[in-house]
């Protein structure tokens, strides 16, 4: 299952092509752009979104307002975001970031952007700005939408979506503030070759921990020992997780860094040493299938006294300058990889909404 992020690229071609050369909007929002057309029951499909295009918007502000007219760059396209399109979940009441949007609205995502008109004085003309933007060409948002703004890049804009983005933080402090790491400690990654998985990994190693991901395919699997520098992995849909880890941590497992759920979460329980941690960051093989809800043997979590522990990204904003420049010292020195898969154009959103949950595609990636 793939867990990755996503990027699209809005380049001048593709504004040409999309608009047949003039500046389209809507007054939600949309220039060119995608909105959500029916609830999403399983996993998301191409018919459940719709690619519009309305004359209404302009490119303009009022002076002194809080208007922000923003050109979309990159946006990124997450798992997490089939929450957004269920007519119910538990999602919708305990954190408005994944609040329910209902069928015809406009699909907001991480995102971004250059400043094209603004009138609130700390935004100006071709800034670059990273926030939560309308998946479109175009935004029209407000100062509270915007996160920071990106100063003097010095890696490709896409690392501030990633790497250096919400992934990187949700790997690094979902990994050193929840799981409080020591060198040496065995440490297994589920959805190793994820935007945050493959992070994770590569942090431990950092660390100096022995370390073990799985994957879906053998090609992800060699992608993580031989690029990324993982100590060993496994295709978890190969022979029975509890036996295959048992067989790579016959001590027991220190640290779970938990992306997906489901049989691997109660196989790691299953196999966790005494005081063992399991930081829970998502878990995907549930949220397409009720049915493969964990249970992990609660004997296990008593008898040694394990601890899980669930998170959000927004939960850990307060790391973030301790993230960054700890992230920005390691690829400055490489011993920080980074993965992406970058798609162009707007219009294949929907597609990629729906790969993000496909179990049998298999993605160019760019190392």
Known sequence: MITKVYFLFFSNEAQ???????????????????????????AP???????????????????????????????????YQIHHMKSKSPSHSSISAAMRINPGEAIDSSAIGKVVASGNAKFQKDDLVMGFFTLAEYSLVKEDSITHKIESPEFPLSYHLGVLGFSGLSAYAGFFEGCRPRKGEKV??????GSVGNLVGQYAK?????????????????????KLGFDDAFNYKEHGSKLRLRSYFPDGIDIYFDNVGGELL?????????????????????????????????????LKRITIRGFLVSDLMNVFAEFLAKTLGYLCTGKLKVIEDIYHRVWRASLLLSLNFSMEVTLERKL
């Open 16 to 42: 040409t092509s999309l608009t047949n050369g003039s500046t389209v909007a809507s007054c939600s929002n949309l220039t060119s752009g995608l909105e959500f057309e029916s609830w999403v029951h399983r």
């Open 45 to 79: 499909q191409v018919s459940n979104f719709d690619f519009k295009t309305d004359d209404a918007f302009v490119l303009s502000v009022e002076p002194g307002s809080d208007d922000i007219v923003v050109k979309n760059l990159y946006i990124s396209v997450d798992p």
């Open 188 to 193: 297994f990654v589920s959805a190793g070759p």
């Open 206 to 226: 950092i660390l100096g921990c022995y370390v073990v991901g799985c994957a879906g395919s053998q090609k992800k699997v060699e992608l993580l020992k031989e």
């Open 266 to 302: 109660e196989a790691a329980v299953a196999n966790m040493k005494a005081f063992g941690r399991v930081a829970v960051r998502g878990v995907i093989s549930e949220y397409t299938d009720a049915g493969k809800r964990a249970s992990p043997d609660m004997l296990h979590v008593v």
